[in-house]
Structures are given as structure tokens and as C-alpha cells.
């Protein structure tokens, strides 16, 4: 059975750091790509960062780049999302999802499998 399982989420002030862990199972993790996005209230989704696991390449949205580093433990059958330099404007409900090896993050299609999700609030 294909879970993906988000943690790591909470509250912190601006300026601060999470770093938010997606746990895999049910699949071999080398044959894909694990994006992660983002949803804050009254807002579109978003895509923030995905990485193709096998040969590690990595994209990042504009909006996060320098501040995001996604990267992946394969013992683990974990993806995370380290994020530093947080603003008010990071809050959202975090998401990971998977897709076929070699996907963008604007291929938002091919993401068919999708975790829970988990919050991500900044104060100011």
C-alpha cells in the first residue's frame, strides 16, 4: 500500500527554521520523483520543490529558492524539506506527493499519490 506521511510541522517566528520529513512506504523510492507543495488558505497550491530520487537532481520554486533544501535519505525511504529564513508568508498546510521518475513540479498531473498534510505556521 503507497503512503506518503508528512511531519515536522509547527509554529515558529519569523526568521526561524523547520524541517519537515516525508515518510515513504509501499514503493521503491529510486523509480520517482517526491514533490513538495504547499496550500495556504484562500490560496491556489503551490509548488515548492521536488527531487528525482535516483540521481538526486533537484528544482525549486523561485519564491523558496536559497531559503529551501529539499534532499533525501534512501535507507530511510524519507524526503526532506529543510526550510530556513521563515516569514508569515511561508504559513501553509505542507504537502508531499509522488510522481513518475524525471516529473516538474508543474507536472502537477502526474502527482497521483498525496500525504496528509502538515502545518506549517510563521509568526511575525
Known amino acids: 500500500q503507497v503512503q506518503l506521511v508528512e511531519s515536522g510541522g509547527g509554529l515558529v517566528q519569523s526568521g526561524g527554521s523547520l524541517r519537515l520529513s516525508c515518510t515513504t512506504s509501499?514503493?521503491?523510492?529510486?523509480?520517482?520523483?517526491i514533490g513538495w507543495f504547499r496550500q495556504a488558505p484562500g490560496k491556489e497550491r503551490e509548488g515548492v520543490s521536488c527531487?528525482?530520487?535516483?540521481?538526486?537532481?533537484?528544482y525549486y520554486a523561485d519564491s523558496v529558492k536559497g531559503r529551501l533544501t529539499i534532499s533525501r535519505d534512501n535507507a530511510k525511504n524519507t524526503v526532506y524539506l529543510q526550510m530556513n529564513s521563515l516569514t508569515p508568508e511561508d504559513t501553509a498546510v505542507y504537502y508531499c506527493?509522488?510522481?513518475?521518475?524525471?516529473?516538474?513540479?508543474?507536472?502537477?498531473?502526474?502527482?497521483?499519490?498525496w500525504g496528509q498534510g502538515t502545518q506549517v505556521t510563521v509568526s511575525s
Open positions: 506527493a509522488r510522481a513518475p521518475y524525471g516529473s516538474l513540479l508543474d507536472d502537477t498531473a502526474r502527482y497521483h499519490w
Open positions: 509501499g514503493f521503491i523510492l529510486d523509480d520517482y520523483t
Open positions: 527531487i528525482s530520487i535516483s540521481d538526486g537532481s533537484t
